[in-house]
């Protein structure tokens, strides 16, 4: 049976991939947060109790600021296959966090590397690189496109891009870059622009919400469904060699564009509900990213079947149910809704 350690296992692509490794017969082993409210939602549907036979996922805490703790939990687990999704993940919030966000996001990858190193683990690892790194550089964006991150998030990404590269070339570890374009699902987190939008339109035609204050609507996003892409974080870990790989759906869709189709889908007009706050720019955005999946096509033979369209209709649809459970519950507080 072989061994799997995830970091960021309560995250979107987390819970998703450690779904997928647990139905492939992988044991699985998830980093997370301490955290003084629960925080495994999107994965305590397959949480088994230790103590029965059948266990097959556990959970360690740890953190990507604590090098000591990863080295601990590398030694002790030896897993055959380590997949690095841990990170504060958010553009916007990298401007208000450098600082945290250079910590985590970037110097806390050459940590988990290094425990590896220092194990002396015979493991391949898997970085979650993102298609932020070519931020200003136009499209369509391939493995070979020049980066040019737009925000301490992309720098933070490229300096665990070229780590992840200098631990492959230096100690001839199988580590590879996975550049993801982005990827949505119902499990997004609800301050990414989609889930955003999803979770608003299921409100808004409930009539528990009237308005809905968004920033840029211009830019362009190449859309995918979260769950075809941990298949091929996954594959490119079975592949001979390691090597680095695009995964995206070559789509183009604006913000503006992925409101119509959200708002559509329950036949609402968006544009009586959008409001704009710039609180939701950036100092410096990324404004179009359509990426060029076809190495991984030709090598992986990955290709991806939900597009932008699809994954709005997907996204509302499980919204509009998760409202009709939840009720009233589910309803933000002050709080949450001025985050950005
Ligand atoms: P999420 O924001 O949903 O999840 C991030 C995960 O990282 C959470 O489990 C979070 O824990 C954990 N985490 C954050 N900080 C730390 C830390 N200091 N130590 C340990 N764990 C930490 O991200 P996604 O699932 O969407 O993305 C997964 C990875 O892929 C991220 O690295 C992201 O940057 C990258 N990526 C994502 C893309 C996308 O479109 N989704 C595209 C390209 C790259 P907690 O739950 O406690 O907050
Ligand atoms: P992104 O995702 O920055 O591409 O990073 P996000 O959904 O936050 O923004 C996409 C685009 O929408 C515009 N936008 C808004 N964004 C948010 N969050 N909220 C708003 O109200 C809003 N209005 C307009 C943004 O300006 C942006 O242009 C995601 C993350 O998952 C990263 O971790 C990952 O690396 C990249 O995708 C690929």
């Not at 360690?60 to 604590?66: E, P, T």
């Not at 550089?137 to 990404?157: C, H, I, M, N, V």
């Not at 070339?169 to 199988?174: I, K, N, P």
Request: hydrophobic share 35%.
């Amino acid at each position: 049976m072989k061994k799997a350690l995830i970091t960021g296992i309560t995250g979107q692509d987390g819970s998703y991939l450690a779904e997928l490794l647990l139905q492939k017969g992988y044991e699985v082993h998830g980093v997370i947060r301490r955290s003084s409210s629960f925080n495994t939602s999107r994965i305590d549907h397959l949480y088994v109790d230790p103590h029965e036979p059948d266990a097959k996922l556990f959970l360690h805490y740890g953190d990507l600021s604590d090098g000591a703790r990863l080295v601990t939990l590398v030694s002790s687990i030896r897993p055959d296959e380590i997949y690095n999704l841990a990170a504060q993940s958010h553009v916007r919030v990298s401007f208000d966090e450098p600082e945290h966000t250079g910590d985590t996001t970037g110097v806390g990858s050459i940590r988990l590397l290094e425990a590896v190193r220092q194990a002396g683990v015979d493991c391949r690892f898997y970085q979650a690189s993102s298609s932020e790194m070519f931020g200003a550089s136009p499209p369509p964006q391939d493995e070979d496109t020049l980066f040019y991150p737009r925000s301490p998030y992309g720098a933070a990404k490229v300096y665990s891009y070229w780590v992840t590269r200098n631990y492959r070339e230096a100690y001839g570890l199988f580590t590879v870059n996975g550049i993801l374009f982005n990827h949505e699902s119902p499990r997004r987190g609800e301050t990414f622009v989609t889930r955003k939008i999803t979770r608003a339109v299921a409100r808004i035609k409930a009539g528990a919400q009237s308005h809905l204050y968004m920033g840029n609507l211009d830019a362009v996003r190449d859309w995918g469904y979260a769950p075809e892409y941990v298949e091929g974080m996954w594959r490119m870990l079975q592949a001979d060699s390691p090597d680095d790989y695009v995964l995206a759906t070559g789509g183009s869709y604006s913000v503006r564009d992925f409101l119509q189709t959200a708002f559509e889908h329950v036949d609402l007009d968006w544009q009586e509900f959008v409001k704009f706050d710039d609180r939701y720019l950036r100092p410096t955005e990324v404004d179009s990213l359509i990426g060029d999946a076809s190495k991984a096509e030709r090598l992986l033979g990955w290709k991806p079947a939900v597009h932008a369209p699809e994954l709005a209709r997907i996204m509302v649809d499980a919204d509009i149910k998760a409202f009709d459970c939840e009720g009233s519950s589910w309803i933000d507080s002050p709080a949450v809704a001025s985050w950005r």
